[in-house]
T-cell receptor, first 110, second 114 residues
Framework: QKEVEQNSGPLSVPEGAIASLNCTYS??????FFWYRQYSGKSPELIMS????GDKEDGRFTAQLNKASQYVSLLIRDSQPSDSATYLC??????????FGAGTTVTVRA | DAGVTQSPTHLIKTRGQHVTLRCSPI?????VSWYQQVLGQGPQFIFQ???????GRGNFPDRFSARQFPNYSSELNVNALLLGDSALYLC?????????????FGQGTRLTVV
């Protein structure tokens, strides 16, 4: 079983819609979770971090964490063409290692 | 403030050669981690250094080594390059060590082995 799994995508959404990205993780002891955005040919950029069960909102982004279900999600509201990128879910394991999913590619069509 | 800086940005090497990649963390950050990202996959953990000591190592062969200097900059060395080492190498900078520590990536070094 992979440590972190994301819905495979690609995900295509119309401009202005909500994009919903999902991530599950295998280590029940995981404590911190991150979402990174990666544009084609660029490096990952941290956009959200979440440590407690529930929702965390930052602008148009909302991260949701459910530790009992070992599930973390990212919602992008009012999607814009500039949101077109690959979104990486990362889980902090063993205090020093980030384990990443393979990423979900989002395309926002005008 | 400058972010994480990596050098070089692009590199082409021949099989069997050796390569050194460099990273300067964000000012005040004491932890540097290295990741390898191949096309279509998420980054894979290689090493973490904190306060100049190796704190973690991923599932990579001994051809990969790293070190951290007193100014917290870091080098990743890869010996006897293989075609499969072609990837984007990412350096991540963190203020400290621990589960709730955010990591910030540099622009990466794209290594091509021919």
């Amino acid at each position: 079983q992979k440590e972190v799994e994301q819905n495979s995508g690609p995900l295509s959404v119309p401009e202005g819609a909500i994009a919903s990205l999902n991530c599950t993780y295998s280590d029940r002891g995981s404590q911190s979770f991150f979402w990174y955005r990666q544009y084609s040919g660029k490096s990952p950029e941290l956009i959200m971090s979440i440590y407690s069960n529930g929702d965390k909102e930052d602008g148009r982004f909302t991260a949701q964490l459910n530790k009992a279900s070992q599930y973390v999600s990212l919602l992008i509201r009012d999607s814009q063409p500039s949101d077109s990128a690959t979104y990486l879910c990362a889980v902090n394991l063993w205090d020093y290692k980030l384990s990443f999913g393979a990423g979900t590619t989002v395309t926002v069509r005008a | 403030d400058a972010g994480v800086t990596q050098s070089p940005t692009h590199l082409i090497k021949t099989r069997g050669q050796h390569v050194t990649l460099r990273c300067s963390p964000i000012s005040g950050h004491k932890s540097v981690s290295w990741y390898q990202q191949v096309l279509g996959q998420g980054p894979q953990f290689i090493f973490q250094y904190y306060e100049k000591e190796e704190r973690g190592r991923g599932n990579f062969p001994d051809r990969f080594s790293a070190r951290q200097f007193p100014n917290y900059s870091s080098e990743l060395n890869v010996n006897a390059l293989l075609l499969g080492d072609s990837a984007l190498y990412l350096c991540a900078s963190s203020a400290g060590q621990g589960r709730n520590t955010e990591a910030f990536f540099g622009q990466g070094t794209r290594l091509t082995v021919v």
